[in-house]
């Protein structure tokens, strides 16, 4: 059973930052690739950045720049940097694991940026 537990999220206003972490309780987290999706009221989920085993890492085009993922396979731990966040970046945010036919999400964690 891969658990996947978030936190991070909150209320901040345009032009703040927020960290989002996601903690893995497997050791499959070493090999998987982690993501960071969101979906937003009536939208589907779109994937924010993703990062594999290796260190190759992926961005939405509406984050570079702004948004930054990194992750430690020691700690089975991966996170979000949100800096300069925009009111259109409000959305619940879910982790993922996936590695071959695997495929798990995290719960979501509300991400809320408004003056």
């Known amino acids: 059973q891969v658990q996947l537990v978030e936190s991070g999220g909150g209320l901040v206003q345009p032009g703040g930052s927020l960290r989002l972490s996601c903690a893995a309780a497997?050791?499959?987290?070493?090999?998987?690739?982690m993501a960071w999706y969101r979906q937003a009221p009536g939208k589907q989920r779109d994937l924010v950045a993703s990062?594999?085993?290796?260190?190759?890492?992926n961005y939405a085009d509406s984050v570079k720049g702004r948004f930054t993922i990194s992750r430690d396979n020691a700690a089975r731990t991966v996170w979000l940097q949100m800096n300069n966040l925009q009111p259109e970046d409000t959305a619940v945010y879910y982790c993922?694991?996936?590695?071959?036919?695997?495929?798990?999400w995290g719960q979501g964690t509300q991400v809320t940026v408004s003056s």
């Open positions: 993922n694991l996936a590695f071959l036919a695997l495929n798990r």
């Open positions: 497997a050791s499959i987290f070493n090999i998987a690739t």
């Open positions: 990062v594999t085993r290796d260190g190759v890492i």
